[in-house]
């Protein structure tokens, strides 16, 4: 977000100083950019999911034990192991770890783009300026 904000403000002095084409070599950068944080977004999504979904489901199932008046120590097997919807609740759980791992490959790869074409422009432009060419 801090980068975003001082990315448009660099494309704002450009602009101010040499001019709308200097800035239009920006444009793929700045998309990127916004590209990278919108999935940077999808991931907090993600990983929030990963922690919470579980976690109320695990809650909802133990007052569920409690409200039948079934502990989960007493039977021979427990219960994580046995019933269906704890198996569910492991895919469920394996799932939402795939799609993060999934989302941060995805949130690496456009923050590296970024921050590739970002920098060749600076570099293209110096090395144009300074070699004469």
Do not use: C, N
């Not at 100083?17 to 950068?29: P, Y």
């Not at 950019?33 to 809650?59: C, E, K, M, Q, S």
């Not at 198996?87 to 921050?115: E, F, M």
């Amino acid at each position: 977000m801090l980068a975003a904000s001082a990315g448009e403000e660099l494309e704002r002095r450009i602009i101010a100083v040499e001019g709308q084409d200097a800035a239009s070599s920006w444009e793929h950068h700045a998309e990127l950019g916004d590209t990278a944080r919108l999935v940077a977004v999808l991931l907090f999504v993600l990983l929030a999911a990963y922690v919470l979904i579980p976690w109320f489901l695990d809650r909802r199932s133990r007052a569920e034990a409690t409200a039948t008046g079934t502990s989960e120590a007493s039977s021979a097997v427990p219960p994580s192991q046995s019933s269906p919807s704890s198996r569910s609740r492991r895919g469920l759980r394996i799932a939402l770890a795939s799609l993060a791992v999934v989302g941060a490959a995805a949130s690496v790869t456009t923050i590296i783009q970024a921050g590739h074409t970002g920098s060749k422009s600076v570099w293209e432009d110096y090395v144009t300026k300074t070699s004469g060419g």
